[in-house]
């Protein structure tokens, strides 16, 4: 696949859509759950309708990788770009339990759409501009962008509710409106910076497509059920999706208890969520030394372990300053876990089915998530929001289990870490 770039240039305008794509999602974190709450949902509501976004995922998720790999990942990055625009428009004017659903499942379509399309498209494309390039020092450096984004975008967000409501838009809505101007910008990106040659015409595309998105679907499913290594790295996925809703979800609520007030958790939850992504960032950046030291496998389950206490650290403590830096250092951790997961996933496949198999390892969180969002908030009702995270932290340490198999290929037969 040559797009007639050099790496260089296929690098900064992956990083470039990186930013553009998650500033937006930096925006809405600090207020994702609390709008919501604000505007009358109880927490189990609120995890009822968020794990629609999970299982709409899951039902997507094999389509459309598959659809990426078979008519273009900048075509399907484009239509995710679109449904995302209007998902985050329902979700802005939504004020009932029906409309916050119906936006979550257009969130779902936008996250299936959006899985693996443009990391696929770096990934072959500078393997084609450039036979065995390093890629992995491109994921690792698109993880320093998407914590550096969130983290400018949760800052703002945190400050734009601080400034109270504009109008007829409340405090905590001002953030999600801004993010949809964004959204906007984001789809203009893609657009103009995402090269890709044209893999079928618009006469007979759909006829031409719809067999060959089949064919992936099933090259993706007989490569997974042969590998083992990468049966179990797709394994990983299960425990992430469950125990990941401890800290992106439950960890507002944690602190909204701990400070006594949903305004108050929010303008808190900004500077928190900024520095927390920038934390993120640092994670990302030290993924490659680390690697050169312990071996990529190891540091993924090391990860794994150390998420899974820091977690815990966050409904053990007690008060405002202990719960935040435990939230911090969870996200450092979280920074270093996504590209050594994913450098993982990216050897035991080659470039036709890369999209697929993306979609393949991201579905098995979607069910994971709406699981423990239906678990974990009805247990944080239940009992308690800090029984909920323990219950969360348990999981995601146990996902560092799955890494023994990656483990044993690279000892046996090491390979550039």
Avoid: C, K
């Avoid at 914590?147 to 400018?152: N, P, T």
């Avoid at 996925?237 to 909204?256: D, H, Y």
């Avoid at 450098?343 to 697929?356: D, K």
């Amino acid at each position: 696949m040559t797009t007639g770039l050099s790496v260089a240039a296929i690098r900064r305008r992956f990083l470039v859509l990186t930013a553009l794509r998650w500033l937006p999602v930096g925006l809405v974190l600090p207020v994702m759950v609390l709008l919501p709450l604000e505007r009358g949902l109880t927490l189990t509501q609120f995890g009822l309708v968020a794990s629609v976004q999970g299982l709409v995922v899951f039902a997507l998720e094999l389509p459309t990788g598959g659809m990426a790999d078979a008519i273009g990942r900048r075509r399907v990055l484009l239509l995710a770009r679109a449904v995302s625009i209007l998902a985050t428009a329902l979700y802005l004017v939504a004020v009932s339990p029906a409309v916050f659903l119906v936006a979550m499942a257009f969130q779902g379509i936008h996250r299936a759409l959006d899985s693996g399309p443009l990391e696929a498209w770096y990934v072959d494309a500078t393997l084609a501009a450039e036979p065995g390039s390093d890629f992995e020092q491109g994921l690792s450096g698109a993880g320093v962008v998407l914590g550096v984004g969130i983290a400018a975008g949760a800052l703002a967000g945190g400050g734009l509710v601080a400034l109270g409501p504009l109008g007829p838009v409340e405090a905590l809505a001002m953030p999600v409106a801004i993010s949809l101007g964004l959204q906007v910008l984001g789809l203009v990106g893609v657009a103009v910076l995402m090269v890709e040659p044209v893999r079928a015409r618009a006469a007979g595309a759909v006829r031409r497509t719809l067999p060959a998105v089949r064919s992936a679907i099933g090259d993706g499913l007989r490569l997974l059920r042969r590998s083992v290594v990468l049966l179990a790295l797709v394994s990983v996925e299960l425990t992430w999706g469950f125990g990941m809703v401890a800290f992106e979800s439950l960890f507002p609520v944690r602190l909204e208890e701990i400070v006594s007030g949903a305004d108050r958790a929010a303008s808190i939850l900004g500077p928190t969520s900024s520095v927390a992504w920038l934390a993120f960032a640092v994670g990302s950046a030290m993924v490659p030394g680390l690697a050169r030291r312990m071996g990529m496998a190891r540091t993924a389950a090391l990860m794994r372990v150390l998420q899974g206490m820091t977690v815990a650290v966050m409904a053990w403590s007690a008060g405002v300053v202990g719960a935040v830096t435990a939230y911090i250092v969870t996200y450092a951790v979280h920074g270093a876990s996504g590209p050594s997961h994913m450098t993982l996933i990216h050897r035991q496949v080659e470039g036709p089915l890369r999209a697929t198999v993306l979609s393949l390892n991201s579905m098995a969180a979607q069910p994971a998530g709406a699981i423990g969002l239906l678990v974990l908030t009805f247990l944080a009702d239940a009992v308690s929001v800090a029984a909920a995270i323990y219950l969360g932290a348990a999981v995601l340490a146990l996902g560092s289990l799955f890494y023994l198999p990656a483990w044993r290929q690279e000892r046996d037969s090491p390979i550039r870490s």
